[in-house]
């Protein structure tokens, strides 16, 4: 059965902590991410947060317009102080990424790039249509525009840096996360990945029709078995929290690569919106945070005992 017993908490032993990649542009010693983990692991649950990166390179930055702006709206601000409290309290899994999304997208597919942004365009054995209209909408691989901001960068992305983005942080990254969901199925049998993103604020948060303190995605039930969902919704209610399914946020690249339910892995994207552990500016933690940190463990510990039991998995058990 997953731990969830404070005393054993105690006794558990170091983490293990790992740092891989590289960040183009920034010190050899700052790595791309970090992941931490107990061996053996006491719960079959990997927290991932991809989009809270805050190592800029200063060359990266100047090339940036509006940096302060543009990369407070695209990162996911502070998630990871979310995500590392939660894994003290629980013993999940912890990966998150130094890389900021604005210096490459870790959601999005390595191919999915809006090539008129690179210097010298796209080598014609590159290109592939499905994976081009994310990227025209700005938001691909890298980042290139956003809403009420325009284009983001003064100068094309050379081939050469794209590459060495893609080398040095995109491939390992999900080369980690593959690694440690596989590690975890051994153990468990099944594993749940818990893709960690925030989002702004989607509407008034009183009234009927209040906008959501969270968002599961499971891709429309393709990436994680629909009890895992179930529990997961029941969850987030049953702690007073309002919650929606997949709409507007179901998914991307992670959850479609990495989950493989016939093979008893599970991936789900939690959204928590910013208000409800940010300040009024969106910039700094408020007292909110412990809050939301307490709800997520209890998650955490709810998914481990759907896995652990195999209640709802029964492939797991095969």
Known sequence: MAETDPKARESRGRPEVTRGGGIPGMPAGQAAFTFTRLDPAPVPVLLAVPHAGRAYPAAFARNMRDQAVASLRLEDRFADLVAEAVARETGASLLVAHAPRAVIDLNRAPDDIDWDMVAGGSPERRLRNAAGRRARSGLGLVPRRLPGLGELWRHRLPADELTARIERVHQPYHAALGAGLEQLR???????????????PLGPKRGHDSAPDFVVGDRFGASCDGALSAAALEHFSAAGRKVAHNRPYAGGYVLDRHGATARGVHAMQVEVCRSTYLDAQMREPNQGLAAVVRVMAGLVRRMAEELAVGRSLPQAAE
């Open 186 to 200: 051994d153990r468990w049998g099944a594993a749940l990945l818990i893709d960690l993103h925030s989002m702004p």
